[in-house]
């Protein structure tokens, strides 16, 4: 998010909360009855599962020296049973927090069965890590009826509780969490966010590979973050806090060579403690730089995890209203990703086709105008472009993807979208722009776009503002809400994908936390075969009871 845009968007501060939380590896605790630490040891973190397979899923956690002493390896097990109690174990494996790795220890759990829930813990020297709850997804082709996830993005430790994981956490019946990205920020106290007792750590925007373990260190000791962990298994990608806002592959907005060294170094720093502090499965060994990758729940969704930030990515322009967006040598991902998506979209044999990637991909117009490149007909309809960092600022490669859908009849294909920090529901079109465009076709896909955990959004008066006028000028902006933090809730089965807007009571009060205010729910659908968008349909209704009898949830912690 640029300096502008954030100033446009900037809140009212958080004044007066009970923090939770504090830094890294001080407020995090154990199960019930087991104990945090043994012979020098403990596990400070709680747990974290993600990447689920159909025969695999990445188990995490970290486990730290406690008396003083740095070893190099500390072995820990992890043990995968079928029950909670871990009575039915049906595996057990060996990894090692090193040194190296900050002590974080990921475990790719292999050889387990498609389409089950699992429970798992790990243990390093007499001390026991939490319970942790996770899955394998439905083989690919397997017929399946529905899925169940929640999407998230954005959650500023500095600016609010993480009530919104804690409502995550509380939607048992989930079958995993999809994290669109800016799951930690870099800037320093008081820089973007001054919430009471949650200052970042280390107190400074974060550079080095030791700044980001710190970074992460603070956010993973937060209970809340912690619980939805704990919960489900998470598959995220990264967006530009994670390294420095408004990131590119050669640089960032945030980023000054002159005072903070060469980015090359900034950048792989970020990424390493990624992939360290994440469950997230490396796609080749070693590899710390490609997060784009696909996930297939049997026969329902195929989902395609983008990046839109780092592997390829131009340098965002500076003026909106500046014709090089529309051409045609601008990358959002790099000419690999590209292809990997297109062609995985025109293969993919499941009932929906969902793409998760970082910024909106609909167009937002001002005003309409004849295109300035006779060329390119289809790049008609924007006087002035909002945001250079969205797909509207590389109108061309959104284009490409757009044409392959239409010219290969690609249907169902649903966007899930973070960063902007608010909540919007959009019909896609190569031109959605009323007199010139294709308002009165087919949509090619539909857009959900999550709002954030805790950053803010527009302020009081121009959020309502805002949702008057867009629609006005955008028709095919179907819902927009512009200041409240929550998550999308997506009900898939195999006539509609639906998106249900959650939001919390309160990011500012402890004892609110979690607390959803059910009087703003709101819900779109898509139906399979067509991507016009309908408002307000029934709500879906959970699987609690399943859930309770088949796979219940893991024990809450305790402080």
């Known amino acids: 998010m640029s300096v502008d845009r954030r100033l446009v968007l900037k809140g009212i501060a958080a004044v007066s909360a009970t923090a939770v939380a504090g830094c890294g590896g001080s407020s995090s605790v154990a199960e019930p009855g087991a104990p945090r630490g043994g012979d020098g040891v403990a596990f400070t973190h709680g747990v974290a599962s993600g990447d689920p397979l159909a025969d695999r899923v990445m188990l995490w956690s970290r486990v730290i020296p406690t008396n003083g002493e740095t070893p190099a390896v500390i072995p820990v097990t992890v043990t995968v049973a079928r029950d909670a109690g871990l009575s039915q174990v049906v595996a057990t494996y060996v990894g090692q927090a090193r040194a190296a790795q900050d002590y974080c220890v990921k475990v790719d759990a292999t050889g387990l069965q498609q389409d089950r829930w699992y429970y798992y813990q790990f243990s390093a020297g007499g001390a026991r890590s939490p319970v942790g709850r996770t899955r394998t997804f439905p083989a690919a082709g397997r017929f399946v009826d529905r899925a169940r996830f929640a999407v998230v993005s954005c959650s500023n430790h500095a600016f609010g509780l993480f009530s919104v994981y804690r409502a995550v956490a509380e939607q048992s019946d989930l079958d995993f969490v999809l994290h669109l990205g800016d799951y930690i920020y870099e800037y320093g106290p008081g820089e973007y966010g001054n919430f009471p007792d949650r200052d970042p750590l280390p107190p400074r925007e974060i550079i080095s590979l030791a700044d980001y373990r710190e970074r992460y260190a603070q956010y993973r000791a937060d209970i809340d973050l912690q619980r939805v962990h704990q919960q489900f298994p998470m598959i995220c990608v990264w967006d530009d806090h994670e390294s420095a806002n408004d990131s590119w592959t050669g640089g960032a907005e945030n980023h000054q060579p002159n005072t903070e060294g060469d980015w090359p170094t900034r950048k792989r720093a970020s990424q390493q403690a990624y992939f360290e502090w994440l469950p997230i499965r490396e796609q080749s060994p070693g590899n710390i730089e490609r997060i784009w990758r696909d996930f297939r729940f049997g026969d329902l969704l195929d989902l395609f995890m983008l990046d839109t930030r780092l592997e390829g990515r131009d340098e965002p322009l500076d003026l909106p209203f500046d014709p090089a967006r529309n051409s ?73 993807i757009l044409n392959h859908i239409r010219d290969h009849n690609i249907d169902n294909v649903v966007i899930l979208t973070g960063d902007i920090h608010s909540s919007w529901a959009n019909e896609v079109y190569r031109n959605p722009v ?8 087919q949509p090619l896909a539909a857009e959900f776009i999550t709002p954030s955990v805790t950053s803010p959004g527009f302020p009081e008066g121009l959020s309502e503002l805002a949702g008057t006028l867009l629609p006005l000028v955008n028709p095919h902006i179907r819902y927009f809400e512009g200041k409240s933090r929550g998550f999308i809730l997506m009900d898939v089965n195999r006539q509609r994908a639906q998106a249900e807007w959650y939001y919390v009571r309160s990011i500012n009060d402890f004892d609110l936390r979690g607390q959803l205010d059910h009087g703003r729910t709101k819900a779109m659908k898509v139906d399979s075969g067509s991507s016009r968008l309908i408002r307000d349909p029934i709500l879906s209704r959970p699987r609690t009871l399943r859930t309770a009898l088949f796979h219940p949830d893991t024990p809450e912690q305790t402080v």
């Open 328 to 400: 045609s040598s601008r990358r959002m991902i790099s000419e690999a990703q590209s292809g990997w998506l297109l062609d995985g979209l025109q293969q993919s044999q499941a009932r929906w086709r969902v793409i998760g990637q970082q910024v909106m991909f609909a167009q937002i117009n001002i005003a309409e105008i004849p295109s300035v490149d006779p060329r390119v007909p289809e790049l008609r309809g924007n006087l002035l472009a909002i945001n250079m960092d969205q797909w509207d600022g590389y109108a061309a490669e959104r284009l490409r």
């Open 434 to 441: 009323p007199i010139t465009g294709e308002l009165f076709a």
